[in-house]
């Protein structure tokens, strides 16, 4: 076993454990790490955009990353009654980003490519994770916070899954390149060994963890469920390094040890997450 392979498990192990620790507990803690990881990922989106000499509002935008995970988590814990004030909320921010970039980002500065790149970072990295609240505070949550906390779990596992069997797939068999001009390691047999790992990583999931808190969902719309999430996996996989290929780096950062950065480690996640909350809003669950 390599040395950057132990490192990778040594670092993953304990941070698989806080992370199913933090969707039990939900609530605060929950946004609180949602936020340090907004937070983290914008600070890395910046950082790219800086390579392309575009230099982002970083404070506001940091802000905001912070701040959208509570926001989300209040306006689910009072019933959207805060739904309309948040939204003004986020209009006068988006406002006060266009009013710093007239006064301290003049033309010849890029600042329609400040102001962009400063509300997508943080759109990109927080908003789309915070959706995790709502899969974790949903309907019933308070009744059966295992479950919910179960179901939370379910989007990770299956990823999880699909992104080793993606690449035990692409290593051991090869082949024709998936998307050479975005990732030149990604082949066609890596991206259906991924599909079939979340099919059945779903249906073992769906069987044995979900159905002993009470949630006995069909075969059906459990391969759905894998389908879809193996899916949006690579797809954002591959959305975050169509970013790093403009840029011209490998990763986003060094700060996970043999990981790279956030966005190397979540950048499946940022497709998963919103898109599982929205299929699971479907079928009831949340």
Request: a positive charge.
């Amino acid at each position: 076993m390599s040395r950057n392979l132990l490192v990778r498990v040594a670092f993953a192990l304990p941070a698989i454990g806080v992370t199913v620790a933090v969707l039990r507990w939900g609530g605060w803690l929950l946004a609180a790490l949602l936020a340090v990881l907004g937070v983290l990922g914008t600070r890395e989106v910046y950082g790219l955009a800086r390579r392309q000499g575009i230099a982002p509002l970083g404070m506001l935008g940091y802000l905001a990353a912070g701040v959208i995970p509570f926001g989300a988590l209040w306006v689910i814990e009072t019933d959207f009654l805060w739904l309309g004030p948040m939204l003004a909320l986020g209009a006068l921010w988006l406002l006060a980003v266009l009013v710093a970039a007239a006064v301290v980002r003049g033309p010849e500065q890029r600042p329609l490519s400040a102001v962009a790149v400063t509300v997508f970072g943080c759109l990109y990295a927080s908003a789309l994770l915070a959706f995790m609240v709502p899969i974790r505070h949903g309907v019933h949550s308070e009744a059966h916070p295992l479950a919910s906390t179960a179901l939370a779990v379910f989007p990770l596992a299956v990823t999880w899954i699909c992104d080793t069997c993606a690449m035990a797939a692409g290593t051991v068999v090869g082949g024709r390149k998936l998307a050479p001009v975005l990732s030149p390691h990604k082949t066609w047999a890596g991206a259906i060994a991924g599909v079939a790992g979340g099919l059945v990583a779903a249906l073992v999931f769906g069987q044995v963890i979900l159905g002993r808190f009470a949630l006995h969902l069909p075969a059906a719309q459990l391969l759905t469920l894998g389908l879809i999430v193996a899916v949006a996996a690579q797809a954002g996989d591959l959305a975050e390094s169509l970013f790093k290929r403009e840029v011209g780096v490998k990763d986003s950062s060094a700060l996970i040890p043999g990981h790279g950065g956030v966005l190397d480690r979540l950048d499946s996640l940022y497709f998963v997450v919103p898109v599982s909350a929205t299929v699971f809003r479907l079928f009831g669950l949340v």
